[in-house]
């Protein structure tokens, strides 16, 4: 995986799962003849996406889940980011949000405590011994913001909506904010690679839908350009050389924006939200693209499936490109064509078992 992102020789493509079943079609493949609950991974062999470090880069220490309310259907929780959710208990659906911890700068002072990079709960207890793991290990050692990045922080604080008319109506209040997240997570990857080492970075930001990206190029310049370039730009002296974002929806316009910023990789790629991955490694020799596997295509019939795989060996004669999933497979993918899918996948890569 380093050696892909590198531009060194590679013998073939890595084979990863980065998504798996949701909660229901887990369920619906167990009856339909899966025999074990992890065999949707393990009987493939897919290669390793590395090993974390440990430490937490987010919120600290976390909100004690709550459940407010409940009934046969729903729960309404606080969860460990502090948001109040209503969630449905077949899993079924994503939550409805319906309260954020940040409102406005006082409640964000309040919050704000809780990313101190010196909170000592941030490091397992066993560091020590983990961190001389991890400096011997023969795996990708990476660290990650989920659920934040420099637009999904005040996302998971504040709500979408809240976030970005703060970006217009208090724009101190995000860079506050930013400039909070940016300090800490430049701190921890300093004492992780001074004492470890760090392979991986990972971001989250799910900033597009459909037709494109949530805000604008100004927007993003302001807000997440100064701090992704310091923080990425300190990730690579420090041995880094795999920078990811994931981000849904439309990503044409986004893609240069991230590069920009000192990311070298961008995840998932739907398919179903028109990305045009061949045009985007074309325009962009330093873009490493990830995912872009229409899941739609198990829905349907082996023919389906086979027309997937051909639209995908052009893109990797391209090069830079990493196929996996597009995203959580849905309910309406029958076990058998998910494993028939994986194996044809798994033979594009040139894995050999």
Not at 112 to 127: G, M
Not at 270 to 290: K, S
Not at 296 to 319: N, Q, S, V
Request: net charge negative; hydrophobic share 40%; charged share 30%.
């Amino acid at each position: 995986m380093i050696a892909f992102f590198t531009g060194e020789p590679v013998d073939r493509i890595p084979f990863l799962m980065q998504w798996g079943p949701w909660d229901e079609t887990h369920r619906l493949w167990k009856r339909q003849g899966m025999q074990n609950d992890g065999d949707w991974y393990a009987m493939f062999n897919f290669d390793s996406n590395g090993v974390g470090a440990g430490v937490n880069f987010c919120l600290c220490p976390p909100f004690e889940r709550e459940t407010i309310d409940e009934d046969d259907e729903h729960v309404i929780f606080r969860d460990e980011e502090g948001v109040l959710q209503r969630a449905r208990r077949d899993g079924t659906s994503m939550s409805e949000w319906l309260d954020y911890p940040v409102k406005d700068r006082r409640t964000w002072e309040e919050h704000k405590s809780r990313f101190d990079p010196d909170s000592p709960e941030r490091f397992p207890a066993d560091w020590d011994a983990r961190a001389a793991q991890l400096r011997e290990s023969d795996e990708m050692v990476g660290v990650g913001f989920y659920p934040y990045g420099f637009f999904g922080g005040a996302r998971t604080m504040m709500g979408a909506e809240a976030s970005m008319v703060a970006m217009a109506e208090d724009p101190e209040l995000i860079e506050d904010i930013n400039t909070t997240l940016c300090n800490l997570w430049c701190a921890l990857i300093e004492r992780v690679a001074d004492e470890a080492r760090v392979d991986v970075v990972h971001a989250w930001e799910d900033m597009a839908f459909k037709s494109g990206s949530l805000i604008s190029p100004g927007m993003f310049r302001r807000y997440l350009t100064p701090y992704y370039r310091k923080v990425m730009g300190l990730a690579e002296q420090r041995g880094a050389n795999i920078r990811l974002v994931d981000s849904d929806g439309h990503m044409h316009g986004l893609t240069p924006l991230f590069l920009e910023a000192g990311l070298n990789g961008i995840f998932p790629y739907e398919v179903q939200a028109g990305n045009d991955v061949p045009y985007l490694l074309e325009q962009h020799p330093d873009l490493h693209a990830l995912g872009h596997i229409d899941k739609r295509a198990m829905t349907k019939d082996k023919a389906a499936m086979e027309a997937e795989i051909e639209r995908l060996k052009p893109i990797l004669d391209i090069g830079r490109f990493i196929p996996h999933m597009d995203h959580g497979i849905p309910p309406d993918v029958p076990w058998d064509n998910f494993q028939y899918m994986v194996w044809r996948w798994k033979e594009l890569t040139g894995k050999q078992d």
